[in-house]
Structures are given as structure tokens and as C-alpha cells.
Nanobody, 125 residues
Framework: VQLQAFGGGLVQSGGSLRLSCAFS????????MGWFRQAPGKEREFVAA????????SYADSVKGRFTISRGSARNTVYLQMNSLKPEDTAIYYC???????????????????WGQGTLVTVSS
């Protein structure tokens, strides 16, 4: 499996960005997909996840109501729409894929099987 994340950049506080993660190498619909982020000097943290079917989504409290995760089956891509961005959202954002084994540990980064290279999001105040 290969994951390629893109769409990061510099945006002003209150602005929006849409991250994309292209999935290839296996059957996309057999994987739950997650977004994590790591700010300078901080641990990597869970941001959002979507189940293999797309019917279930989960968000960190810090982004709930501002970020939306979705998956486009036709393009084997997962998206993270980020609105009302804040300076504290500044981080490298990573997408990750977890194979469907019955239980989806959506917030556990150690349970993900594959990771993308990350894309930098910088929010200026």
C-alpha cells in the first residue's frame, strides 16, 4: 500500500484547506482511513477517521465541528476538509490506513498498517 498526502500550505487564521490522501496498492474499501498530526515538539495526535464503509466517522474534540473527513471511492482518496483553522492547527498532517480486521481502532496510531509521508499545514495568526 502506498499513501500520498497533499494539499497542505500556509493559510490565515479562520481560513480553510482541503487535504487529500491518495491510496494505491490494495483494495481501498478494505481499509479504514485516519488523519493524524504532529506539531513541533509535540506527540503525534489523532485528528479524524473514517471506516472502510464510509458510514462511520470520528473526530478529535479539538477539531469537531470544523473538520470533515470523507472518502471518494472512485478515486481511492480520503479527504480532510479543514475550516475555521486556528494557529494551534499548525502541524504536519499524516494519513494512515488500517486493514479491516473486524474492530476499527480509529484513534490508535499503533494499529494503523500504512502511513503517508505527511503534508505541512501552517496557520498564521
Amino acid at each position: 500500500v502506498q499513501l500520498q498526502a497533499f494539499g497542505g500550505g500556509l493559510v490565515q487564521s479562520g481560513g480553510s484547506l482541503r487535504l487529500s490522501c491518495a491510496f494505491s496498492g490494495r483494495t481501498f474499501r478494505q481499509y479504514g482511513m485516519g488523519w493524524f498530526r504532529q506539531a513541533p515538539g509535540k506527540e503525534r495526535e489523532f485528528v479524524a477517521a473514517i471506516s472502510w464503509s464510509g458510514r462511520s466517522t470520528s473526530y478529535a474534540d479539538s477539531v469537531k465541528g470544523r473538520f470533515t473527513i470523507s472518502r471518494g471511492s472512485a478515486r481511492n482518496t480520503v479527504y480532510l476538509q479543514m475550516n475555521s483553522l486556528k494557529p494551534e492547527d499548525t502541524a504536519i498532517y499524516y494519513c494512515a490506513a488500517q486493514a479491516d480486521r473486524g474492530t476499527y481502532y480509529y484513534a490508535a496510531d499503533g494499529k494503523y498498517d500504512y502511513w503517508g509521508q505527511g503534508t505541512l499545514v501552517t496557520v498564521s495568526s
